[in-house]
């Protein structure tokens, strides 16, 4: 098994990435653009999400295919940006095509809460959502501070100044045989990012300077352990996608499966301040093993999460992991 040449969820034939950048607010959108028949499912398991349409993808619900999916800044006023998706695709007549004839593109989204960071007057709404979709190519996808990762941070409990800058990442695995298993995320976790040995890659800085703290230590030295921390508004969202054929049952045990890449590579995952949502797509080209495909899924998911810090740069106060 081995990374793609094109090391994003844009390795997937079919699959178009865009993003709406407001550096200056420090917010933005990203948007996923899937082709026609895409199966989809999703799993939430942070304790605060912010979510759209995940209802729909429920493995015992009708509606299986899914037009785009929007991951946004901006908090729950982001996920207005979802509704200029749904006009863009509406207009080019893509989407559910229902009995009576009308054409429903089926758009679910997922949001973070960049608000303290840069001005919290501006969010991602329905016009940054269409421009994401004419800026959506099959590129590959640009990460760092861009899209929904503009105003990310890392490990704030202790305030910006010793957060690290999160990001916007992507990762793509070719399994052989035709089949690539492929993720991209938007982090803002509270916890740390981790690297592959384990070790703090961004997050909460040292008060002294020169490397990185325990979250879970420094929390359980709080006076009051009862409390959230400071900074208690976290996620990390974001999406795999396969070519592999999978119905919605399948494309779910995925995305409950790929949020182990989560958990490898943030430390405190899914708690109850952040909202980590992961979202499952199957464009069904090549028939594959569904836990095969969690599997990598996972895998896809722990780099993206690395890339994303990896490739982020200092923004609105908050120092990138190169800058100290």
């Known amino acids: 098994m081995s990374m793609t040449k094109n090391n994003s969820v844009t390795a997937i034939p079919g699959i178009k990435v865009g993003h709406y950048t407001d550096k200056a607010a420090a917010t933005g959108c990203t948007v996923i653009l899937f082709p026609p028949r895409t199966v989809g499912a999703v799993d939430v398991r942070g304790g605060a999400p912010g979510t759209r349409e995940t209802d729909a993808l429920a493995a015992h619900n009708m509606v299986e295919e899914v037009t785009a999916v929007v991951l946004s800044g901006g908090s729950a006023f982001g996920l207005s940006a979802a509704d200029g998706v749904m006009r863009w695709h509406r207009e080019r007549g893509l989407g559910y095509q229902s009995r009576a004839g009308a054409v429903v593109p089926i758009v679910p989204a997922a949001i973070l809460y960049d608000l303290g960071v840069g001005d919290s007057d501006v969010f991602p709404d329905a016009s940054a959502g269409y421009q994401a979709c004419e800026n959506a190519s099959d590129d590959p996808v640009e990460s760092g501070c861009v899209g929904a990762g503009t105003g990310a941070k890392v490990g704030a409990i202790m305030g910006m100044e010793r957060a690290s800058k999160g990001g916007l990442g992507s990762a793509a695995i070719d399994l052989g045989g035709g089949v690539v298993v492929a993720a991209l995320m938007a982090v803002n976790a509270l916890g740390n990012v981790l690297d592959e040995r384990g070790q703090i890659l961004a ?27 400071s900074a208690n508004e976290n996620t990390v969202i974001g999406l795999v996608a396969t070519n592999a054929s999978l119905n919605k049952v399948q494309a779910q045990k995925v995305a409950q499966m790929a949020h182990d890449g989560i ?3 943030v430390n405190p995952a899914h708690t109850m301040y952040d909202g980590d949502t992961i979202f499952a797509l199957a464009t069904g080209e090549v028939p594959a093993e569904p836990s095969l495909i969690g599997g990598y899924a996972a895998e896809a998911v722990a780099a993206a999460i690395r890339d994303a810090v990896r490739s982020a740069t200092s923004l609105a106060g908050i120092r990138a992991i190169g800058d100290r």
């Open 203 to 229: 997050g909460l800085r040292s008060a002294e300077g020169g490397g990185f703290d325990s979250i879970l230590e420094t929390w359980a030295a709080l006076a009051n352990m009862t409390s959230a921390p």
């Open 263 to 265: 958990a490898r590579a």
